[in-house]
């Protein structure tokens, strides 16, 4: 801590220049103007290695910056505090304005001022009563007007009603004459949790709270390096975890569609295509305001996918929408691209038999891209009644083992599925998105079609809407999901 003599002499130092002599003649002219200007930032700069303590260093931070930084005009502003949100263009909000008249208050104050301000402002923020200084007060206003994380969440959000309670609130403050130097707004919850490493876990492929596949999703302001991600997937150890960078700048791509990195990891790797995480991501997206388009594009280890909101209206009475109130709700629809099978070496089929508890297989293939098993079991029941042996799974060849079946007549759905991949992790994903990929090409052959509602047999269920365009080889599987936790990842 700096002694009551070093802030005196900082403080004689500060004050004794007559270049912050506040007297002007009036026919400066703009050249002497500028040389006076800079002959200001020369001395600021010379004293910067001169003074010891915290509020000089900061008074000069602060002084240098209103040389060095030409006067921001309104739109300038209007950014500043609120540009639109990802996507969609949206109009301006009040808010915008009302910060203007008070910022160029502040651009004009005389800063020579500044120390009076900083002694008065470093003590407790509690209301103060007496009479306030206007200029100090115009200063305290739009200095301190607003916390970090209230202006990043207006600056992200675009909800008018979250807006409109801040407005309340700065105009309460503006008006109260006694009160004090900082306006600190408690962030609503949504937008404090998803600020910076804001995670929700969210079910996907259901529509039930603790039903579908689980996936935890967390919004990055900037990329973090490998071993941070895949250590907070170890930390959280569901069977996925993902990552979302936004994307900023042109490109060939459609600049009003929000674009995002995503990266899905397991307990124990990252994996190149994960489809309920992709869900989950998206319907973070959808919900949480943080976009403003019903089409979001996900730049990922298997190319370029888009995630499409796609309304559902239903009536409260479950039949015409003339005669009932409609409830309307969404469903999310994943553009993916198919998984390719092949023939698998029927030399290793011992081993297999193993890991399924030794039932019956009907057909063994595998996948091109990740080398899952693909087992074809003769019945609903002997994929919903399996009992797998994980140990045994961890000894078979490839990553993981896809079961599944076709559906009995009448039952609704077009086929059952399982997945297992202990190996990353996962005993078992409850309802993989990735495995519907190789499974819907196979069924279309089999059944002779091109959609499906597909049933994870698995204990939490899930149901998993599918069209396969054969002459694209492209997939697209739809799907709900739910939030059921948010929170701040702290490190």
């Known amino acids: 801590m700096a002694t009551p003599q070093v802030l005196q002499r900082d403080d004689d130092l500060l004050r004794s220049s007559p270049l912050f002599d506040p007297r002007k003649g009036a026919g400066e002219s703009a050249k002497s103007h500028g040389m006076s200007i800079e002959k200001k930032i020369e001395f600021l700069e010379s004293l910067t290695g001169t003074v010891r303590n915290r509020r000089s260093c900061r008074w000069l931070n602060d002084r240098l910056l209103m040389e060095l930084v030409p006067r921001l005009n309104a739109e300038e502003i209007r950014g500043l505090f609120a540009p639109p949100p990802w996507g969609d263009d949206v109009p301006l909000s009040p808010f915008c304005m009302t910060n203007v008249g008070e910022w160029d208050k502040f651009r004009n104050i005389d800063m020579d001022k500044e120390a009076n301000i900083i002694d008065a402002s470093k003590g407790s923020s509690s209301k103060r009563t007496g009479r306030v200084d206007p200029d100090k007060m115009a ?198 691209p198919t998984v390719p099978l092949t023939d698998f070496n029927p030399d290793e089929v011992s081993s297999i038999s193993n890991a399924v508890s030794g039932a019956a297989v009907h057909d063994i293939k595998i996948t091109t891209s990740s080398e899952d098993l693909f087992l074809v079991l003769p019945s609903r029941e002997s994929v919903v009644e399996l009992q797998p042996e994980f140990d045994a799974i961890k000894k078979c060849p490839g990553r993981g083992i896809i079961i599944s079946a076709a559906a009995p007549s009448g039952s609704g759905f077009d086929f059952y599925s399982r997945f297992f991949c202990p190996k990353l992790g996962v005993n078992e994903d409850h309802v993989c998105g990735s495995a519907h990929c190789a499974l819907a090409p196979y069924w279309s052959k089999k059944l002779g079609k091109c959609d499906f509602v597909a049933n994870a047999a698995s204990p939490r269920g899930g149901v998993v809407n599918i069209h396969l365009d054969e002459q694209n080889q492209r997939l697209l599987l739809r799907g709900k999901a739910v939030t059921v936790m948010q929170g701040s990842l702290l490190v």
């Open 139 to 336: 200063v305290l206003n739009a200095w301190h007007r607003v916390d970090c994380r209230t202006r990043e969440a207006i600056r992200r959000s675009f909800l008018s009603e979250l807006i409109e309670g801040y407005e309340e609130c700065i105009r309460a403050f503006i008006t109260d004459s006694g009160d004090g130097d900082v306006l600190a707004l408690r962030v609503q919850d949504p937008f404090h949790r998803l600020l910076l490493h804001g995670v929700c876990e969210v079910d996907a492929f259901t529509d039930s709270a603790f039903k579908g596949n689980p996936a935890a999703v967390c919004l990055l302001a900037e990329a973090r390096d490998e071993l941070w991600l895949q250590a907070v997937a170890a930390e959280i150890n569901i069977s996925e975890t993902c990552y979302l960078t936004r994307l900023t700048g042109s490109g060939s791509f459609d600049s009003s569609i929000p674009r995002f990195r995503l990266r899905w990891f397991a307990p124990v790797t990252e994996v190149k295509l994960c489809g309920h995480a992709t869900l989950a991501a998206a319907h973070t997206l959808f919900t949480s305001g943080l976009v403003n388009s019903n089409i979001i594009e996900f730049v990922t280890l298997s190319g370029i996918l888009t995630a499409r909101k796609v309304t559902e209206i239903k009536t409260s009475d479950g039949l015409d929408i003339q005669n009932g109130e409609t409830q309307e709700g969404f469903f999310i629809e994943l553009d993916f």
